[in-house]
């Protein structure tokens, strides 16, 4: 089977405004704020409410995210987890199928 060479994806997306918030809470939760920071060995992290869309890696997008935020890889500040599923779900978002969250973290 061969590779489908992928030259353009739209990583655009818009959530519904009461699908943000729900999603928002959730990964604005102290549970969860204290099992991300847990992760990454840090004190604390907060959620700097950036998501974004993941891609297909290409030559244009390396990292498998839009060029935009491949800065926050870069940084040692910053934290980029995938959405977990059951937050997708809870929040009512099936479309995108995926997100991934940035945070920062607190020293």
Do not use: W
């Not at 409410?49 to 060029?67: D, I, N, W």
């Not at 779900?89 to 995926?98: D, E, H, T, V």
Request: glycine fraction near 2%; aromatic fraction near 14%; hydrophobic fraction near 45%.
């Amino acid at each position: 089977m061969p590779l489908k060479i992928v030259e353009h994806f739209d990583s655009s997306f818009s959530l519904d405004l009461a699908a943000k918030a729900a999603l928002f809470d959730l990964l604005q939760g102290e549970a969860f704020i204290k099992q991300v920071s847990a992760q990454m060995h840090c004190e604390s992290v907060e959620f700097t409410q950036l998501l974004f869309q993941p891609v297909p890696y290409s030559t244009a997008t390396p990292k498998g995210m839009p060029a935009e935020f491949e800065q926050y890889h870069q940084s040692d500040e910053y934290v980029i987890i995938n959405v977990p599923p059951n937050f997708m779900f809870g929040a009512k978002i099936f479309k995108p199928s995926r997100l991934c969250a940035i945070y920062r973290r607190v020293k």
